[in-house]
Structures are given as structure tokens and as C-alpha cells.
């Protein structure tokens, strides 16, 4: 079993600043990716940045320049430094994880998200 604890959510203006924090833990013997997805009301879950252990680094277009994505592969965290908010980033944010476990198999673990709220 792999867990993903996720913290750092809230409510901000428009124009402010979070950072989200994601802390896997438990059965990890290889930490390919880390992620974070945002689901709005009504919307698809969608990508918002990834991070490879190499330090690879994707970001969906609607957040590049505002968001960065950074980890510490030596505790398994991530972080997602969100600036210059905006209303439509408001939705519950989720931390994904793929490796391999220590009997070798692939996992696929979600965090149980966290809620940020944009107020305009």
C-alpha cells in the first residue's frame, strides 16, 4: 500500500498565492512520478503538473508561468507552488503516484485532495 497525504489547500483571492504539499508513503520501492490533478464542479478531472524522479517537469497549458511543480525524492514529497490565482483554479486538487512496490509491482495510488477556493 502506497499513501499520498496531501495538505496546503484553502481560500485565496484572486491573484494570491498557495502551495500545496504531498507526502507518499508505505510500500515504495521506486518513485517514478508524482503528480497533481484538479477537479472542478462538474468537470473532469484533469493534469495540472507532473514531476519525474529525473526532475522532468509538464505542466497543462492553463497554468504554465503561473504554477510550479518541485519535489525532494529522498522524502517522497511534492510540492505545487500556485501564484497569480484565478477564479477557474478553484477545485478540489488531488496528488497522483506511479513506482513500484517492494514486491514489485506497479502502483497507482490518489491522495484524498484538498480543496482550494479562487474568490474573484
Known amino acids: 500500500q502506497v499513501q499520498l497525504v496531501e495538505s496546503g489547500g484553502g481560500l485565496v483571492q484572486a491573484g494570491g498565492s498557495l502551495r500545496l504539499s504531498c507526502a507518499a508513503s508505505?510500500?515504495?520501492?521506486?518513485?517514478?512520478?508524482m503528480e497533481w490533478y484538479r477537479q472542478a464542479p462538474g468537470k473532469q478531472r484533469e493534469l495540472v503538473a507532473r514531476?519525474?524522479?529525473?526532475?522532468?517537469?509538464n505542466y497543462a497549458d492553463s497554468v504554465k508561468g503561473r504554477f510550479t511543480i518541485s519535489g525532494d525524492s529522498a522524502k517522497n514529497t511534492v510540492w505545487l507552488q500556485m501564484n497569480s490565482l484565478k477564479p477557474e483554479d478553484t477545485a478540489v486538487y488531488y496528488c497522483?503516484?506511479?513506482?513500484?512496490?517492494?514486491?514489485?509491482?506497479?502502483?497507482?495510488?490518489w491522495g484524498q485532495g484538498t480543496q482550494v477556493t479562487v474568490s474573484s
Open positions: 514531476i519525474t524522479t529525473g526532475g522532468n517537469t
Open positions: 497522483h503516484s506511479e513506482g513500484v512496490n517492494y514486491v514489485l509491482r506497479p502502483y497507482d495510488s
Open positions: 508505505g510500500s515504495i520501492f521506486k518513485l517514478n512520478t
